[in-house]
């Protein structure tokens, strides 16, 4: 088993930046992907980015795509999500999430696709 715990989330401007963390503990060794979610109020969780644990490759969701940037730190298990440019549309709860099997790339945008994840850290983008 994996266990996440997320940081970093607050309260921003729009056109401001924030930077999330995940920090992953247990079963690390079998870690394949982790990713990033966000589901706002009334909303389905939709997923925003990932990042294969051992080969670095990233994916992005067209919303945040240049804006926002996943890095993982295989040394301390930790996981990144630099946001930039943040707009209001952004506000949700962002959760981190761990795949442990291999998977075609485009599974890992489907949320059920993790096995574990974190308890979520709030970011509000006020206008």
């Known amino acids: 088993q994996v266990q996440l715990v997320e940081s970093g989330g607050g309260l921003v401007q729009a056109g401001g930046s924030l930077r999330l963390s995940c920090a992953a503990s247990?079963?690390?060794?079998?870690?394949?992907?982790m990713g990033w979610f966000r589901q706002a109020q009334g909303k389905e969780r939709e997923f925003v980015a990932y990042?294969?644990?051992?080969?670095?490759?990233?994916y992005y969701a067209g919303s945040v795509e240049g804006r926002f940037t996943i890095s993982r730190d295989t040394a301390k298990n930790t996981v990144t999500l630099q946001m930039n440019s943040l707009k209001p549309e952004d506000t949700a709860v962002y959760y981190c999430?761990?795949?442990?099997?291999?998977?075609?790339?485009?599974?890992?945008?489907?949320?059920?696709?993790?096995?574990?994840w974190g308890q979520g850290t709030q970011v509000t983008v006020s206008s």
């Open positions: 999430a761990a795949r442990m099997r291999s998977s075609s790339y485009y599974t890992l945008v489907v949320a059920k696709n993790y096995s574990a």
């Open positions: 247990g079963h690390t060794f079998s870690l394949y992907a």
């Open positions: 990042i294969t644990w051992s080969g670095g490759v990233s």
